[in-house]
């Protein structure tokens, strides 16, 4: 496995130019089994794997967030050179953002007032930016992301037809404990009782799923359990895909095709302190 800190490095391997049938994995490090997930995914489509560890300063709205941010680098090598990662690339900050860097525009329409977006000012700009710079930098066939960030994920695929109409783009279900809870860096940060409690939020989302034609109702009764459990909720919502309006039984019922189309159940709160996002699929029927 080549680890590699200078983009240059990686440019003197392919001439500056595409990196045919190599995908890329971006993270921020603290990686877990749902990255490996990524990688096994992109290794099981034959492509060669460039993961990237990197935590992106701009994409964080709190400063407090940033230097919580679990850091385990020595510990992420062992992990990728254990599942058979070809490349590992650690860039530094001044690498990412010399002194000449200049922000790309991208309009994300209302994705980044909605949810993350509001609760998280900034956030998806930082995410698209830093984005743009690892993509040029490294000119994958193709990229993989999880579906647990959902909304990253509409981001990305945005950035994408804008910028990389060539890079091909694959998101990649949650992994979960048994419990239910999404496999995440931040649940490191959570007790052995708050990793027990944070599994209610896919009961709760579980819940909402197969009760659809009394939404509103679920939602109101779940969110008060998650409450009483210690949760701080920030949205527990159903949504329509890809735009993440509101969606409701009625329109998605009826509808001009007669189908119901691709929906999600998002959700986003603290417990002991620590921010938890997870989200849950109903497919289109
Ligand atoms: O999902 C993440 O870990 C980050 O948002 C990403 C995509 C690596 C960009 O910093």
Not at 11 to 18: D, H, K, L, T, V
Not at 245 to 259: D, I, Y
Request: proline share 4%; hydrophobic share 40%; net charge negative.
């Amino acid at each position: 496995m080549q680890v590699f800190e200078s983009a240059d490095t990686w440019a003197a391997n392919f001439g500056g130019g595409p990196a045919k049938n190599w995908a890329m994995i971006p993270t921020m490090g603290a990686l877990h089994q749902g990255h490996l997930s990524l990688i096994d995914a992109a290794q099981k489509k034959g492509y060669q794997t460039v993961v990237s560890i990197f935590v992106n300063p701009l994409q964080f709205n709190n400063s407090a967030d940033l230097e919580k941010y679990p850091r385990h680098l020595d510990n992420d090598l062992k992990l990728l050179a254990g599942v058979g990662v070809d490349a590992v690339w650690t860039p530094n900050i001044e690498t990412i953002y010399p002194e000449n860097f200049k922000e790309i525009t991208l309009d994300l329409g209302i994705l980044d007032q909605i949810f993350e977006g509001f609760h998280r000012p900034g956030h998806f700009n930082g995410v698209v930016q830093v984005l743009n710079q690892l993509f040029s930098a490294i000119q994958p066939e193709a990229v993989f992301f999880g579906q647990k960030d959902l909304q990253q994920c509409l981001v990305v695929e945005r950035l994408l037809q804008a910028y990389f109409p060539q890079i091909h783009y694959f998101r990649i279900p949650t992994l979960r404990a048994e419990s239910g809870l999404a496999l995440s860096s931040r649940n490191e940060r959570l007790t052995s009782q708050g990793k027990e409690t944070a599994a209610e939020i896919y009961s709760a989302m579980m819940m909402i799923s197969n009760n659809l034609s009394t939404y509103a109702t679920v939602q109101k009764s779940e969110i008060e359990r998650l409450q009483t459990l210690g949760f701080e909720i920030e949205y527990l919502d159903w949504v329509s895909l890809p735009s993440m309006e509101m969606a409701s039984f009625q329109a998605h019922k009826g509808g001009f095709t007669g189908r119901l189309g691709e929906t999600a159940i998002v959700f986003a709160g603290s417990l002991e302190g620590v921010r938890l996002i997870d989200n849950l699929l109903i497919p289109s029927v």
